[in-house]
């Protein structure tokens, strides 16, 4: 393992956004990006896990954001996307807590289908307090397929309107890649 340089360090604070990718074959990958906007820009810091168990695997990414990785913290910018996801592969509501617990900055939100789903189902159980405790910067959650984005909207309802009477409100929006 690297030890991260004082120069590597200055260069992981200008970050401004996550990408995780959830691998079919038992594989997370965590990628940070600088706040540039660049979409095609090299990651600063990419985390790969290969564990049998994807509840694990799910729990290991949570542990390093909120603990090993503070500048989690101010990231404005999350994006979870699957790949090929089976049915199989589900983790309990508290799990998804813990993976956006960390992300305290967070304004935008972006989902694929299948992981927008399981995560809108979390955050509609949110009410009160709750709600505006997840991710209490948010703004905005996107989703990446129309067909099913009313499905989802549905679904995370009241979530949105826990935050819309806390004063925090967020819109769900369709994602356009």
């Known amino acids: 393992m690297r030890k ?9 604070k200008a970050l401004g ?10 594989i997370i990958e965590l990628n940070l990006y600088p706040k540039t906007g660049a979409v095609n ?16 695997q799910l729990w290991s990414l949570a542990q390093i954001c909120s603990s090993s990785l503070p500048l989690i913290s ?9 790949h090929d996801l089976p049915s199989s592969y589900d983790m309990d509501d508290t799990q998804w807590l813990e993976l956006l617990d960390p992300f305290t900055a967070l304004k935008n939100l972006y989902l ?3 992981i927008a789903r399981r995560v809108c189902n979390v955050l509609r159980e949110l009410s009160g307090e709750m709600a505006t ?18 499905r989802i909207q549905k679904a995370i309802k009241p979530f949105i309107a826990a935050r819309r009477l806390s004063g925090r409100p967020v ?3 369709h994602w356009r890649r």
């Open 112 to 114: 694929t289908d299948d």
């Open 133 to 150: 405790e997840v991710l209490p910067a948010l703004r905005n959650i996107f989703v990446d397929r129309p067909r099913s984005f009313k």
């Open 74 to 82: 101010a990231l404005e910018e999350l994006e979870i996307n699957e």
């Open 41 to 56: 820009c090299p990651g600063r810091l990419m985390l790969h896990f290969n564990y049998e168990e994807f509840g694990l």
């Open 4 to 12: 991260i340089r004082r120069s590597d360090a200055e260069g992981l």
């Open 17 to 26: 956004r996550a990408v995780v990718w959830i691998f079919r074959y038992s």
């Open 171 to 173: 819109a769900i929006n």
